[in-house]
């Protein structure tokens, strides 16, 4: 299985320059079955990657661009009258996915973000009182622009809380984007892009997730760190049960890339870095001093002490 991971986070640096860190973590909330909102402006690559994990696994990927107009039924599908047979066909949306790439989420009304509510809760949407289940690989990637507002609907919390990471790509340095230049003067590299893997490895590698040991002590310490966000001065709330289990899932992926059967402090660390930022709500008092979520989320990480026997 190590193999195929090298295999996978290789395939996908093709396409994607200078970026191994958020390769490295959109893959294992994959592995971890987690969805990614990716908040960052227009053009870093963030449809590029989408596509490229896609690819690599052989998967189906589809993208729906989100729009103030978008009605529920364009993301999951309805049913249509056929005068021929005289019943209703059901007609899939693009929803009816292995990977959805999901652009600009927040440009839609709170009703069509709803509906993708219950597809990344339960793997499943109802419509006209039916219930389709989707596949078993589903999962979203969905995009913000954070300069844009106007004309947009914020994401409610109980929509933020269904993702598993938020996370940034940022512009790449200057040596990176000048391979980026040199690899598309002919063609794009996505379009020689081969698979390297399959939705059954896939499946079975998720199975090999689970599998991972996770100590009493790292639970602990675990819940220590999201507790404190509870209770964090510069926080008017903080994160949720569903943060921990989130930790600790993208933890056993991220040790599982490793190629480690137990998690380490370390894990948890950088996982909790990218579960938890958009989980709290700052105070008041916090967003007069700009003070950035992801510098407040570290010093409660910090304030933790870790247990020698977690360590070892």
């Known amino acids: 299985m190590r193999s195929v991971i090298r295999e996978i986070l ?3 640096r093709k396409v ?51 729009t103030p107009d978008l009605l529920p039924t364009d993301l999951t ?15 899939k949306g693009p929803i009816f996915t292995d990977i959805l790439l999901a652009d600009e989420i927040n440009r839609a009304t709170p009703r069509t973000q709803s509906a993708l509510l219950e597809a990344m809760a339960e793997n499943q949407v109802t419509i006209d009182g039916v219930t389709h289940k989707l596949s078993e ?34 512009y790449p340095s200057e040596e990176d984007e ?32 689970r599998e991972i040991l996770v100590s009493d002590d790292v639970k602990r ?35 599982f890339i490793e190629d480690r059967d137990f998690v380490l402090p370390d894990d948890v660390k950088e996982a909790a870095m990218y579960v938890l930022p958009h989980r709290v ?15 407040i989320i570290n010093e409660v990480i910090e304030s933790v002490k870790v247990i020698r026997d977690v360590i070892e």
């Open 77 to 91: 599908g309805l049913y249509i009258y056929d005068k021929k047979t005289g019943d209703f066909i059901f007609k």
């Open 137 to 170: 690989n589903f999962f979203v990637i969905a995009t913000q622009n954070p300069i844009e507002y106007e004309g947009t609907f914020p994401l409610p919390e109980a929509q933020l809380d269904r993702f598993m990471i938020s996370v940034k790509m940022g």
């Open 16 to 66: 994607i320059k200078g970026k191994d860190d958020v390769v490295r973590i959109v893959l294992a909330a994959i592995l971890a079955k987690g969805h990614v909102l990716m908040e960052d402006v227009p053009g870093v690559g963030k449809t590029m990657l989408a596509r490229a994990i896609a690819r690599s696994f052989n998967m189906d990927f589809k993208r729906i661009q989100f």
């Open 10 to 12: 290789e395939n996908v």
């Open 221 to 255: 310490y675990i819940v220590e760190i999201v507790r404190k966000t509870r209770n964090h001065p510069s926080l008017l709330l903080g994160s949720s049960p569903r943060g921990s289990i989130f930790i600790m899932h993208l933890s056993m992926a991220l040790a």
């Open 281 to 295: 709500i700052q105070s008041t008092e916090s967003k007069l001093k700009r003070e950035r979520k992801e510098d």
């Open 178 to 209: 000048v391979k980026i230049l040199e690899s598309q003067i002919k063609k794009h590299p996505i379009e020689d892009l081969e698979p390297v893997a399959t939705s059954k490895e896939l499946s079975e590698m998720r199975k090999k997730v």
